[in-house]
C-alpha cells in the first residue's frame, strides 16, 4: 500500500533519510532547513532504525563529521543552506578528493553574505563548478517536487557509492519549505556489511589497513590520482537524467531546473495556451548536466532561455553545451525573489519574439 | 659473555612493535613524533585491539602518520580531527578511536572542535603532540609558544602583548565535564617515555567504560622548528617548557587532580 | 670493567644519528659511528659493548624505533 | 480543475495550519496539492500567508501572481492582495478590523465575521476554522467530509480531541458567509 | 633611483605591502605562501610604517579579521592557499554582499583536499565563478611574474577602492616561491582621511551612522542590492587587462595566465622559431576577463588553446567568449604537477596540426 | 499632585536613550535583547563616546541591532564577531569597539573566535546574551541549553549523555590572561538592570586601560523559544538558568574571584 | 490612599504588551489596556496613577524602552 | 645570451643559496634573472634542485625540461638530470660520492673535488663557493666581481665578514676545475 503524506520538503529529506537507512546525520541549523534536523529529533530515528542524529557545533563540524563517518563505509548526511555550505567547502574539497560517498543536502538562500532567507538558486557556480580548492566534481541533483526532496535522498546515496563520491541535493527554500502530497519510499534496512577494499573499520588480519586520504606528497601521485578522478568525473555523464516536457514539437526551449522548472511549467502551459510552441528541458542532475541532449536539441529549436533564480549561472553551462548554434538568453532574479510564471512569460514573448 | 650469545631470539627484551609499518618515519632526527608513535602502536599490539582500532592523522607533521601505523587510519583537514573522531565513534562505538593532533591543529584552528568534543564528552581518546611550535609549515608560532621564543612568524621572540601569551588548552579541556582523564607526559627520556605509555593505555583503555573523552597532551621537542641538535631540544624543553607546561596527571576518573 | 649481559642491534640504514639514544644510556655503552650509512647519517653503535646491561633505555627513547634489545637473564 | 487560493493574515491567526487543513482535504479526495507559505522572521508578529494549489492534474509552479480565490484577514492582506485576484474570482474576508474594504467590481466577494463569531464562542483558535466554513460554502472545492479527513490528519493525535470543536466551527462558518454588500 | 631586488614571490608581495601603505595584514601559516607573513614579521612593518601584522588562530578568522577591518576604510589584506581560502568562502561572500575593498592572495597549490603543496591553477573557478555563496565577484588579478606579485598588491587595493570590492591575487607555488628581479615600489604612506560616506570609525555629528552588512531581511531590498552589484560586476569590465604576445600575425591562439603563460611564452618562442605562427593572449584579469578579445581574435585566428594547471576551467571562459566561432582546446596538468614548454609544444604540434 | 504637573521637561527622570533610534525593536515582546541594546546605549551616551564607538552585530535575533543604535556598526558572519572586532580594534586602538553575540554564536560556531581574541587580550567589550537557545532561527538548542530542557532540536529535553551538557564558557575565558574583566548579569528586575549597566560601564571604562577583554554574559529570557509568557520565562529563568549560570563578577582587574 | 509624586508616560504604539513593567512595578501602579494597539498589544499604562513614586523601575526593565518617568523633587 | 642552469643535490649542500648568488650576480651585471626551487616537505633530508636563468632578455619559462648547465653533486642528481642536458651543454660535479660517472658524449664534463677540498679547508660552508668558481671558469657568464657584488648582496649584512673566505673558495674552485676523464 502506498503511504501518502503532506510533508515540507525539509521534511520529506528527513523521513526519506530514514527510510533510507541513513546511518547517520550531522547538522546545525539555519534557515530555510533547520526543520530537517528538528523533525528528525522528533522521529526519535535511534529507536526507529538506530540512526546516529547529531547537532554539531558548527558546519565546519559538521562536514568533518561526515568526512570522518564516511571513511567507514556507512550512509551519512549532513544538510545547510547558503552561508553554512560555504563554510563547508574545504571539507567538501577533502571529501571529493578522498573519494567518499555521502549526501550533502543545500535549500539555497539569497545571497551573497548573509543576505536574506528567501529561495535562490544563486550556488549552481558553487555546486556544479567546485566552491572548494582543486579539480573536483560532485554529483549535483536537482529536485523540483517535494516528492524528489524524497526520491533523491536514495537516488543521492546509491550514486555516491556508485562513485564514491559526494552527492549533493541542491534544493532551494521554495522546495524546502512548501508542502506537497509524498509517496514515501518503504523501510529500507541499515546495511551491516562493508566493502572491506576500503573501509576503516579496524585493520583485520584477512587484509592489509585501509587509509583514507586526499594527501599525495609526491606530485606524481597525485597527478595520477586527479587523472583517476577525471576518468571518474567522465564516466559520470552515464547517469545524467533529465526531464522534458513539451519538447517535441517546439520552436523554443526553456532550460530550467527545481523551483525555476516548476514556475517554468506553468509558463509552457500559459504559452502553449496562446499557441506558442515552448517546451521545457529540466535537467534532474546538474552534475553531469544534460549537455549532449542540448546540444541535440539546439539543432532543433530556433533559441533557447535559461531561467533560473540567479544572475546568471547554468546558463553559462547551456551556453557551452550549444556552443553558438542557437542563442541562448538568461532570464533570472538575484537576491532571494522570485519570479512568476508571467514574468516569465513575458520574457519569452520579448526575447523569442521574432518567432511568432 | 659473547654478544653472539647474547644476540639471541629468546633473549629478545625489546623490539619495534609490528604495528610500526616497515616504512622510514618521515620526522627530523630525534624529533618525539617517532617515539609517540611507536608507544600508541605497542598499546594496541599489547591490548590486542589492532582490527578494533581507528586513527585519524592530522594536518602537521604527522600528516602521514598512516604511513606508519599499521591500522585503519583517516586523514583529517586541519584541526577537525576531533569531527572525524566524532562521526566515527558515534557510528561506530564498539570501536577504539583516537586522535593525534599538533599544537597548532589542536589549539589554533582547531579549538572549536577540541573543545566541543571534550564538553559532549566523545569516547575517543586524543593524543596531544604540543612542540610550541608549527613544524610542517616551517617553524611558525603556535598557540602553545612560549614568551619570548623564537619562530619563523616571531623572528624577534613571541611578544604576549601583541601575539597573546601561550595557550594551555590542555589545563581549560579538563575542567569540561566530558572530560575522564586528561594528562601531561613526555617521551625524552626512558622515565618519561614508560609513564606516558601508561597514559596511553589508559586513555586506551577508558574507551571501554563510555565516560567521556582521554586527553594525553605529549610536551615534544621540534628541532628543526628550534633549530638545535636534537638533545640540545631536550634539555631546553626540560629547562623552558615543563615549567610552564608541567608534567602529571591533570584528571583522572573524571576528577581534578589538585596541587603537585 | 662490567661483564656485559646485554647487547643491542642498531638498524643501521634507518638510524638518523640523533645520538638520544647515546645520552640515555646509563652505561655510555653507545658512540656514534665515523662512517655514514646510506643516508649521511653517523649511526649508534655499541663503542662499549662491555657496559651493556640490556636495560633498553636506548630502545624506549629511540624516536625512529632502530634498536633491538637483548639481555640474558641470569 | 485547478483552484489557486491564497489566505492571507496576522501571523497569530492561523492561516498556515488553515491552508494546511484545505491541502490535506484536496488529498483526502485525490487531488494533487501543494502548499507554500512565506517564511522568516519578517513572520515574526508580522504577516503570513500560504499560497495552496488544489489541482486534479500535477500542480506546476507553486508561485502565484493571480489567485482565483484569496481569503484576506487584515488590512495589510488586502492591500496587498486585491489586485492579484484573476477577474471573475473569489474573495472572502473578515470585516473586523478592515477600514478600506475591496473596491473591484469583476470579482465576487464575501464576508464572514469570524473574529466576532470566535469571540462570541469564546473559542478563539477556532478562528481560522470559521473561515475555513465559509470558504467551502462558496467554493465547494473540497467536501465537508473531506475536510474533517484532513482535519484529522494534519492534526497530532494528542489534539483529536479538538477535532469536535472545529467541526462546529466550520459549520458554523458555512452558515455564517454571506456576499458583501457593495458601497457604491 | 630604481630599487631592484632579488626575491621570491611572497617576499615580494610581502615587501609591496608594507610599500603600498597597507595597514592591516591577518593571516595564518600554509606551504607555499608561509613567506609573506614571514617576511612581514621579520620586516618589523609595525616600526617601518605601523602597518598591523597578526598571526590569527584560523583562515577563518583571518578573513573576518579582514572582513571587521576593511570596514574602517583601512587597507587590509590577508594571503593563503588552496585549502586555506576554502576556509575563508563564505567570509569572502560576506565581504563581496557588504562591498568592501580588501585584497585576498591565494597561492594556488594543487588540489582537491590536502592534495600536494606544488603549483596548481586548479582554484580558477572558485575564484572567479564564486567559491562562496549567491551571485557575487572578485576582482582577479593573475600575476605571472615576481614583478607584477608585487604590482597587483598596489594594483589590486586602487581596483578594490574604485569598486569597492574584494580584489585577489590568484597566483600559484611556482609565483610564489620562485625568485626574480623586482623593481620595487616607493613607499606610500597610509591613508590618514576615510571617505566618511561608508566608513565605521565611529558617528560624528555631521554624518548618520554608518552600516557595513550583507543582510537584508527585505527580499525587496536584497532585490536592488543584488541588481546593484550586477551593475557594478559590469562596470568593472572597463578594467579587463591582458597582454598580447606575437598576436598580429598569429594564426593559432594560446590562452594562459599566471604560471602556465610564462611557460607558454617559451612555447610561443620555440614554435616560431620552427616558422609556425602562434600567438599569446595572457590575462591579466581573470575577472574582468578578455571575453571581448577573445571574441575578436576568433575572427582572426583558426583555433585556440587555453592553457592550464587544471583539468580545464579557464577554458569555459574562453569558449563562452568565442562562442563556437573557433575550435578551441584544454592543455593542462593536474594535481600539482607542471608542463614544461615542450609538453605544451607537442600538444600545439598535435592540435593545431592541421594548419602546418 | 495631578499628573500634568508631573509630567514636566524638568521633572524627568527616565526617558529613552536618544542613542536607541526610532525603529521600532524586532524583538517578542518581553525579549531582554531591547534591554540590553538600551543598557549598552545609555553608557555610550553618558561617556559621550558616540563618535570613538564601533560595535558589531552578530548572526542571531540581535542580527540587525544596527538599525537600533545609533552608531557605526558592521554585522558579523555567525561566530565571527570577535575576529571582526579584532582586527576593527588592532587598526584603531584608540576606539570603543564591542561585539554582541548570543549564546549559539559565541559559544558554538564562534569557540575558536572567542577564545583566541580573549586568550590574545584584544582590547575590546564582548556582550554576551546567553537564552539558552538559538532564538533566530527557531529555538533550536544551544550550548547553553541546560540539561533537560527543550528545544526544537531537543524534543524530549537536552540529553547530556548525547548531546554533551551545558557549556559554560564565561567561567572558561575567565581563565584566560588575557581577560581582565568577567561578569554575568541579568536584566529582568530593575535591581539587576542597574547592576548589568554598571558591568557595561566597566567593560566601556576598560578599554582606556589596554589590559584585555572585558566580557559581560548577560542571562536572559527567550520566551518565543522557551513558549512561555515574558513574565514566565523570567520566573523560570531566575529558578533554573541563574542556577547554573549563577549572577556576579567572575573576574576583576584581571583577577579571578572566588567564592561566591 | 498614596498620594503621586510620579507618574509614567507610555509609548502606546511601540508597547508591545509584554507585562514586564506591571511586574516589576513596586507600587502596582500599572495595569494592561482593555483595547489593543495598532499592533494588536494590549498596552501598558497607568492603572493607578496615584500610586506612581516614579522609581523608574518599569521604565529600565522595559525591553522596548518606551516608557518615560517623571518625578517631582519634595 | 640564454644560460639555463639546474643545479642539484642534497639538502645541506647550499644548492639553493648558490643559485641565489649565481642570479644575483646575474642582476649585478643588468641581465634578467630568475630562480626557481624544487620547495616542500619532501625536501627534508632529501633532495633539493634549483633552476636558475640568466638572460639579456626577458626570461620566459622558470621551469624546463632542458639545460644547458647542469650542476650536479649527488648520485640521484647525477640519474635525474644527466639526461635533461642539451646537446653541446656543460655539466659540472662533484666526483665524491659518484658510484655512476656520467655516459653522456656529446656535453661537456667537468669535475670538481669539492667536497674534498671543503674538508681540507676546514671549512664545510664553503663547499658550494668551491663548486661556483668551477662553473664561472668554465663558463664565464657572469664576470668574478659581479659574483663577489651578488655574495654581498645575497648575505645578510651580519654575515659579510664570512666574504673574503668565500672569495677564497670561489678562487681556489676556479683553479681546482678540470675536465672529467671519459671511462670508455
Ligand atoms: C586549512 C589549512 N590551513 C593551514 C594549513 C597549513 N598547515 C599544515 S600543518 C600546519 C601546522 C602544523 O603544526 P602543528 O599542528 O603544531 O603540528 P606539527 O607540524 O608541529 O607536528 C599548518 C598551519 C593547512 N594544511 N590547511
Ligand atoms: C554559517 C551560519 N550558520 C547558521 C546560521 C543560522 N543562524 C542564524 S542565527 C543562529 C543562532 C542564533 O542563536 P544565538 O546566537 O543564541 O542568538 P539568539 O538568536 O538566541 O539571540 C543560527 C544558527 C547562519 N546564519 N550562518
Ligand atoms: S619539523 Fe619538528 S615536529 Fe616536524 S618532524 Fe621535524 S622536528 Fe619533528
Ligand atoms: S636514537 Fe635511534 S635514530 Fe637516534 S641515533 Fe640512536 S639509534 Fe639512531
Ligand atoms: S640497553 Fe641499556 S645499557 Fe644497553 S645500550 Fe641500551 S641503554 Fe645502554
Ligand atoms: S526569539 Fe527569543 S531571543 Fe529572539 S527576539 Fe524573540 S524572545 Fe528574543
Chains 1, 5 share one sequence.
Not at chain 1, 546540444?295 to 553545451?321: F, I, P, T
Not at chain 2, 600528516?63 to 562521526?87: C, E, K, W
Request: with cysteine.
Amino acid at each position: 500500500m502506498k503511504e501518502i503524506a503532506l510533508m515540507k520538503g525539509n521534511e520529506a529529506v528527513a523521513e526519506a533519510a530514514i527510510r533510507a537507512g541513513v546511518d547517520g546525520y550531522f547538522g546545525y541549523p539555519i534557515t530555510p532547513q533547520s526543520e530537517v534536523m528538528e523533525y528528525l529529533m522528533l522521529q526519535r530515528p535511534e529507536e526507529r532504525t538506530g540512526m546516529v542524529v547529531l547537532q554539531a557545533e558548527s558546519e565546519v563540524a559538521s562536514i568533518n563529521m561526515v568526512y570522518g563517518a564516511a571513511g567507514t563505509g556507512k550512509k551519512v548526511m549532513t544538510s545547510s543552506s547558503s552561508p553554512g555550505i560555504s563554510l563547508m567547502q574545504e571539507g567538501i574539497s577533502y571529501i571529493a578528493g578522498a573519494e567518499l560517498p555521502c549526501l550533502i543536502v543545500n535549500v539555497v538562500r539569497g545571497g551573497p553574505g548573509l543576505g536574506t532567507i528567501q529561495p535562490s538558486q544563486a550556488d549552481y557556480f558553487q555546486s556544479v563548478k567546485g566552491g572548494g580548492h582543486g579539480d573536483y566534481r560532485l554529483i549535483v541533483l536537482a529536485p523540483a517536487s517535494v516528492q524528489e526532496m524524497a526520491d533523491f535522498v536514495d537516488l543521492g546515496f546509491e550514486l555516491a557509492f556508485k562513485y564514491r563520491n559526494p552527492a549533493m541535493i541542491l534544493s532551494d527554500g521554495l522546495i524546502g519549505q512548501m508542502m506537497e502530497k509524498v509517496e514515501l519510499p518503504p523501510q529500507k534496512e541499515r546495511v551491516k556489511e562493508f566493502d572491506q577494499s576500503w573501509v576503516i573499520t579496524g585493520k583485520t588480519q584477512d587484509r592489509e589497513r585501509n587509509i583514507i586520504t586526499s594527501l599525495n606528497l609526491d606530485p606524481d601521485l597525485q597527478y595520477e590520482h586527479n587523472l583517476k578522478l577525471q576518468e571518474k568525473y567522465k564516466s559520470m555523464e552515464q547517469d545524467v537524467m533529465f526531464e522534458k516536457i513539451d519538447c517535441d514539437d517546439a520552436d523554443y526551449l526553456l532550460v530550467a531546473y527545481g523551483s525555476s522548472a516548476r514556475i517554468c511549467q506553468k509558463t509552457v502551459d500559459m504559452a502553449r495556451s496562446k499557441g506558442k510552441k515552448i517546451g521545457l528541458l529540466r535537467p534532474k542532475t546538474l552534475d553531469p548536466f544534460p549537455s549532449a541532449e542540448l546540444a541535440k536539441m539546439s539543432r532543433r529549436v530556433k533559441a533557447m532561455m535559461a531561467v533560473e533564480l540567479s544572475a546568471g549561472q547554468m546558463v553559462e553551462d547551456v551556453r557551452l553545451a550549444v556552443n553558438g548554434k542557437v542563442p541562448v538568453y538568461h532570464y533570472g532574479m538575484v537576491g532571494g525573489k522570485i519570479h512568476s510564471p508571467d514574468d516569465v512569460l513575458s520574457e519569452v514573448e520579448d526575447k523569442f519574439i521574432g518567432g511568432y | 659473555m659473547d654478544i653472539k650469545q647474547i644476540i639471541k631470539e629468546e633473549n629478545q627484551v625489546y623490539r619495534r612493535t609490528p604495528l610500526m609499518t616497515e616504512a622510514t618515519l618521515s620526522y627530523c632526527p630525534g624529533c618525539g613524533h617517532g617515539t609517540i608513535h611507536r608507544l600508541i602502536m605497542e598499546v594496541v599490539e599489547e591490548m590486542g585491539i589492532q582490527s578494533d582500532t581507528i586513527g585519524i592523522a592530522p594536518v602537521g607533521c604527522a600528516v602521514i602518520a598512516y604511513d606508519f601505523m599499521d591500522i585503519d587510519m583517516s586523514q583529517a583537514a586541519h584541526g577537525r580531527a576531533p569531527a572525524l573522531a566524532t562521526g566515527i565513534k558515534r557510528l561506530w562505538p564498539e570501536k577504539y578511536v583516537f586522535t593525534y593532533q599538533g599544537d597548532g591543529d589542536l589549539a589554533a584552528i582547531g579549538t572549536a572542535e577540541t573543545i566541543h568534543a571534550c564538553n559532549r564528552g566523545e569516547n575517543i581518546a586524543i593524543f596531544f603532540v604540543n612542540n610550541g611550535i608549527y613544524g610542517m609549515t616551517g617553524g611558525q608560532m603556535a598557540p602553545t609558544t612560549l614568551e619570548g621564543m623564537k619562530s619563523s612568524t616571531s623572528p624577534y621572540g613571541r611578544n604576549s602583548e601583541t601575539m597573546g601569551p601561550p595557550y594551555k588548552i590542555t589545563e581549560m579541556v579538563a575542567q569540561l565535564p566530558g572530560t575522564y582523564y586528561v594528562a601531561r607526559h613526555a617521551v625524552h627520556k626512558p622515565g618519561p617515555v614508560r609513564k606516558a605509555k601508561k597514559a596511553i593505555r589508559q586513555a586506551f583503555e577508558n574507551q571501554k567504560l563510555n565516560k567521556g573523552v582521554s586527553l594525553v597532551e605529549f610536551v615534544s621537542n621540534c628541532n628543526s622548528g628550534w633549530k638545535m641538535t636534537p638533545n640540545d631540544s631536550n634539555i631546553w624543553m626540560e629547562e623552558n617548557m615543563f615549567k610552564f607546561y608541567p608534567m602529571g596527571d591533570i584528571k583522572v576518573e573524571g576528577k581534578l587532580v589538585n596541587g603537585d | 670493567m662490567a661483564k656485559a649481559i646485554g647487547a643491542i642491534v642498531v638498524d643501521v640504514e634507518r638510524c638518523k644519528g640523533c645520538q638520544v639514544c647515546r645520552v640515555n644510556c646509563p652505561t655510555m655503552t653507545i658512540g656514534m659511528a665515523e662512517e655514514v650509512n646510506g643516508k649521511g647519517y653517523h649511526y649508534a653503535y655499541m663503542e662499549n659493548p662491555e657496559n651493556c646491561t640490556g636495560c633498553t633505555n636506548c630502545a624506549v627513547v629511540c624516536p625512529d624505533g632502530v634498536i633491538t634489545v637483548y639481555r640474558v637473564k641470569q | 480543475m485547478t483552484e489557486e487560493i491564497i489566505i492571507a493574515g496576522f501571523g497569530g491567526q492561523g492561516v498556515l495550519s488553515m491552508g494546511k487543513i484545505l491541502a490535506y482535504s484536496g488529498i483526502m479526495q485525490e487531488q494533487e496539492v501543494s502548499w507554500m507559505p512565506s517564511y522568516g522572521p519578517e513572520m515574526r508578529g508580522g504577516t503570513a500567508n500560504v499560497t495552496v494549489i488544489l489541482s486534479d492534474d500535477r500542480v506546476s509552479s507553486p508561485v502565484l501572481q493571480s489567485f482565483d480565490t484569496a481569503i484576506l484577514l487584515n488590512q495589510q492582506s488586502m492591500d496587498k492582495f486585491e489586485s492579484t485576484l484573476k477577474p471573475g474570482g473569489l474573495m472572502i474576508y473578515d470585516p473586523n478590523g478592515i477600514t478600506r474594504h475591496p473596491k473591484r467590481d469583476d470579482i465576487r466577494i464575501f464576508q464572514v465575521e469570524a473574529t466576532a463569531e470566535a469571540a462570541r464562542m469564546k473559542s478563539p483558535i477556532t478562528f481560522n476554522m470559521l473561515v475555513l466554513g465559509a470558504y467551502i460554502k462558496v467554493n465547494p472545492v473540497v467536501d465537508f467530509e473531506n475536510v474533517i479527513l484532513g482535519l484529522k490528519k494534519s492534526l497530532p493525535q494528542r489534539h483529536h480531541h479538538l477535532i469536535p470543536k472545529n467541526e462546529t466551527a466550520i459549520s458554523r462558518g458555512m452558515e455564517m458567509v454571506h456576499e458583501a454588500k457593495r458601497t457604491p
